[in-house]
């Protein structure tokens, strides 16, 4: 796989691909950690932004956030597609040239940035579990590997860049009210409407049917 992928000029963003070890070591500063109190956003949750965000980086949005790291909180938007397909940016990778897969817009938080999200019953090698079968990486070859596997985005996902709390910034948006929380779950994630997601998580949270 050409660890050198493009987009469309329109979109301006470069994406050299985080590679190996060095690129999982950045991403395991970030989020490992120990497991958070009982009033933080913890490991293996969901984030569901209240009717009245008013950020609008995070209106109407659902994130899976990790564990707490001492540099805060990190995670990835789950229902932002960015309207960009796989073969945009590996136009030169055969095995994606045919790939419609949506790329999702994992946050505000270095867009030229590819974290890969997937659900494996197996432990896979440089990968960082974030819930039940339910694992973040950032390795090109596990990337492709994931990719030459899987047929469609029901197992397997790619955001660009991702979404980030300084230390207390986000236990001081869930206790001002910003935020529902829920337990996170890989049927959820991989098989619930990116169009709805919001829209029924926020109601079943106590939001109003929309």
Known sequence: MSLQ??????????????????????????????????????????????????????????????RHAGQGTVGVVLNRPSGIVLSDIFPK???????????????????????????????????????????????????????????SDKDTRVFLGYAGWAPGQLEAEITRGDWYTTEADVKTIFEKDPKRIWRDLSFGLGGQAI
């Not at 985080?18 to 395991?28: E, K, N, P, R």
């Not at 969901?46 to 994130?63: C, G, N, Q, W, Y």
């Not at 432990?123 to 390795?139: A, I």
């Open 93 to 151: 990778v055969d095995s994606l040239s045919e790939r419609s897969d949506v790329v999702y817009f994992g946050g505000p938080m270095s867009r030229d940035f590819m974290v890969l999200l997937f659900r494996s019953p197996e432990v896979p090698e440089h990968s960082l579990k974030v819930g039940d079968e339910l694992y973040l990486s950032t390795d090109a070859a596990l990337l492709e590997k994931r990719l030459r596997k899987s047929e």
């Open 5 to 66: 992928p493009r987009l469309p000029e329109a979109e301006r963003i470069r994406i050299p691909l985080a590679q190996g070890v060095a690129a999982l070591a950045l991403l395991a500063a970030l989020l490992l950690a120990a497991p958070a109190g009982a009033a933080d956003a913890e490991f293996g949750q969901l984030l569901v932004a209240k009717e009245h965000m008013s950020d609008p980086r995070f209106r109407e949005t659902v994130i899976l956030v990790t």
